[in-house]
């Protein structure tokens, strides 16, 4: 059985201030035409009716609406409701792959990319030397063993409010040495250009700075 994968979309709000998810709203026509699959393989979530609403206008149909989330994720969505949609779907599917839209999708996960996921039964996040919030979840799974550390995550107070932080809260102190909380190949940051050397045979996603790299990076593995 495939792992559910999940991506959304929500406004901007930090301490109650609203503004509009502008980056995020030219990246994702951007991530559907180079990634068609996209549109049928995610299962689309929404921060909002607004989300939504922006959501269907790229033609993508929206499978839950989250505007029955608690005050105080509404009131940070820019850094909460990410976590709150994946801790959602921890509940609902009892794993599940969170997909950022700056992604390009190098091969469709299949059994090997399942079965390493899967290995352990950890959580599985980018690995970025030196990376300011330790994890990074542009791409990364977790499964149901996990959901009291996501539930306890929320009381931790972090600054500012971030998913990513969130889980370091929650994971091992030595999670840099632990192998098994981190895709590795099968996942990597693409920051520059300096970095697309990081894609491997064994790459499924590349996370990116410039979704106009996709072609450069899918030539590495022709």
Known sequence: M??????????????????TADVTLKEIPQSIEINPLY??????????Q??????AGFNLNVYRIFDDAPEY???NMAHMMKHWMCLWALKEFG?????DWDTVMLQFPDKA???????????????IPNYWATVNCGVYYACHEWISAMESSFKVKVDPPNDELLWAEVLPADVLERE??????YAVHIGSKRDI?????????????????AEQLRNIQK
């Open 2 to 19: 495939s792992i559910p994968m999940i991506a959304g979309l929500y406004p901007y709000v930090r301490g109650g201030v609203a503004s």
């Open 39 to 48: 549109k049928k393989a995610l299962y689309v979530l929404a921060g909002n």
């Open 50 to 55: 607004e989300s939504a609403a922006q959501l």
């Open 73 to 75: 994720v509404q009131q």
């Open 95 to 99: 794993e599940f792959l969170w997909v």
């Open 113 to 127: 990319f399942t079965d390493m996921c899967r290995k352990n039964r950890t959580p599985k996040f980018i690995r």
């Open 180 to 185: 098994e909380f981190w895709l590795d190949d």
């Open 197 to 213: 050397g990081a894609v491997t045979d064994k790459t499924y996603f590349a996370h990116v700075k410039n979704l106009e790299w």
